[in-house]
């Protein structure tokens, strides 16, 4: 069975940064790429940033790109969101989550359905 956990959310202002993790039980870590996705109150669950299982690749929702980073520690079996610059409209829950190998492809990263295990979320509040 899988887990994910995150961690590192909170109340943060306008511009400032913060840094989530996701750590990951059971052994296969390494061999899955894992995303990030957000929602916000009254709003659908979007796609944030996915990398790869080895880590060469990295994509990004165009809300975030430049301010956000993502990456990961196949040691550690964890994935990190570096989230500099934040705005109000980066309020949500943050959710990390594994995607099967077979789906692992540019075209399908955004795709929050495909999807297998997912991690119970951390909030992140941007104050003005």
């Known amino acids: 069975q899988v887990q994910l956990v995150e961690s590192g959310g909170g109340l943060v202002q306008a511009g400032g940064s913060l840094r989530l993790s996701c750590a990951a039980s059971?052994?296969?870590?390494?061999?899955?790429?894992m995303g990030w996705f957000r929602q916000a109150p009254g709003k659908e669950r979007e796609f944030v940033a996915t990398?790869?299982?080895?880590?060469?690749?990295?994509y990004y929702a165009d809300s975030v790109k430049g301010r956000f980073t993502i990456s990961r520690d196949n040691a550690k079996k964890t994935a990190y969101l570096q989230m500099n610059s934040l705005k109000r409209e980066d309020t949500a829950v943050y959710y990390c989550a594994r995607l099967p190998s077979v789906y692992s492809s540019a075209a399908n990263y955004w795709k929050t359905y495909l999807y297998d295990y997912w991690g119970q979320g951390t909030q992140v509040t941007v104050s003005s």
């Open positions: 990398i790869s299982s080895s880590g060469g690749n990295t």
């Open positions: 059971g052994r296969t870590f390494s061999s899955y790429a």
